[in-house]
């Protein structure tokens, strides 16, 4: 699996992905990609509603700010309701609670004096596939979440400047949010109850040092707002292979995906590791990052979804 999985993050951060910036043909190959694993995994698509009318029964949400196309790639794993694996169809499904897993996909694209690739192998072919690893776990029959687990993967994060010299990212978990609050989406009938969002976003550099000074090491965790107590009681064990940082927690708040939830007092979980220097740079390639780290940490969130599935 630990193959696999990097070969997902080679392909998604290769030369023929471009940087994956919106409405370049890179973007579009990583769209088809990432589909292909939805669909892989049999997710179920979300319906935009709109005056009781639900359309685009699709993986793909698109959407626009005049300058750019952008698209959310969205899929549900229905939840029992039960700690234990029942038919579905035995269970009231619209109050089961959904948590929303999300990663974004986008990237810079090339640099526009050298034309050099931005590849964003950590940031953020990573996050994605640890969604991918997340879609097979909970996929399975003896797997079956508890909450319906929406996944997404989130365009339009990065900051872009725009022809009227606005400069705006988090756009794809904005217009997501703003859709859901106004009643918008759907689930194969299944209504859409968010509870939390756990964000994923770049999870495998393991420098030791950043612009000359220490790392924080580990993989970390925003969100918890200082009830450490908490948490650790719906973690469980695996609370302790995280790192929780109130500075990082503040700094990190208004710049990652889990904003556009938290913004509207949904709860929200962030997971990333420190700032590095290859960072939104040409040097975050496939060969930059630690293979161990990567598929560490992937086996550290799968094991904390598992345990926040169950006592959330």
């Given at each position: 699996m630990k193959i696999k999985l990097l070969n997902h993050l080679k392909v998604l951060s290769s030369k023929k992905m471009n940087g994956r910036k919106p409405g370049t043909k890179g973007h579009k190959i990583a769209i088809k990609y990432i589909i292909s694993q939805f669909k892989k995994r049999r997710l179920l698509t979300v319906t935009n509603c709109n005056n009781k009318e639900c359309t685009n029964k699709s993986y793909e949400h698109s959407f626009d700010n005049n300058f750019a196309q952008f698209t959310n790639i969205m899929g549900m794993i229905p939840g029992t309701g039960h700690l234990s694996t029942v038919d579905t169809d035995t269970v009231d499904t619209d109050t089961i609670g959904t948590i929303v897993i999300t990663a974004h996909y986008d990237h810079l694209g090339t640099d526009t004096?050298?034309?050099?690739?931005?590849?964003?192998?950590?940031?953020?072919?990573?996050?994605?596939?640890?969604?991918?690893?997340?879609?097979?776990?909970?996929?399975?029959?003896?797997?079956?979440?508890?909450?319906?687990?929406?996944?997404?993967?989130?365009?339009?994060?990065?900051?872009?400047?725009?022809?009227?010299?606005?400069?705006?990212?988090?756009?794809?978990?904005?217009?997501?949010?703003?859709?859901?609050?106004?009643?918008?989406?759907?689930?194969?009938?299944?209504?859409?109850?968010?509870?939390?969002?756990?964000?994923?976003?770049?999870?495998?550099?393991?420098?030791?040092?950043?612009?000359?000074?220490?790392?924080?090491?580990?993989?970390?965790?925003?969100?918890?707002?200082?009830?450490?107590?908490?948490?650790?009681?719906?973690?469980?064990?695996?609370?302790d292979k995280l790192t929780y940082n109130k500075q990082k927690e503040t700094e990190w708040y208004e710049s990652q995906d889990a904003y556009s939830f938290a913004k509207h007092n949904i709860p929200w979980l962030y997971f990333g590791v420190d700032d590095f220097d290859n960072y939104h740079t040409i040097k975050d390639r496939f060969d930059s990052i630690d293979p161990n780290v990567f598929w560490n940490n992937i086996k550290i969130l799968v094991n904390v979804m598992i345990s926040i599935d169950k006592q959330f």
């Open positions: 004096n050298t034309n050099e690739i931005f590849y964003g192998a950590d940031d953020n072919a990573s996050g994605v596939v640890t969604l991918f690893m997340m879609m097979k776990w909970f996929s399975q029959k003896n797997h079956k979440p508890r909450h319906n687990l929406l996944f997404i993967c989130f365009d339009g994060e990065e900051s872009y400047e725009y022809p009227d010299g606005t400069n705006t990212g988090l756009l794809g978990s904005s217009h997501f949010v703003e859709q859901y609050l106004a009643g918008k989406f759907n689930s194969d009938k299944q209504q859409i109850n968010i509870v939390l969002n756990f964000n994923i976003d770049m999870i495998c550099n393991n420098d030791q040092t950043h612009q000359g000074k220490p790392r924080i090491k580990g993989l970390m965790v925003n969100g918890i707002n200082g009830k450490i107590k908490y948490w650790k009681q719906i973690i469980g064990p695996i609370y």
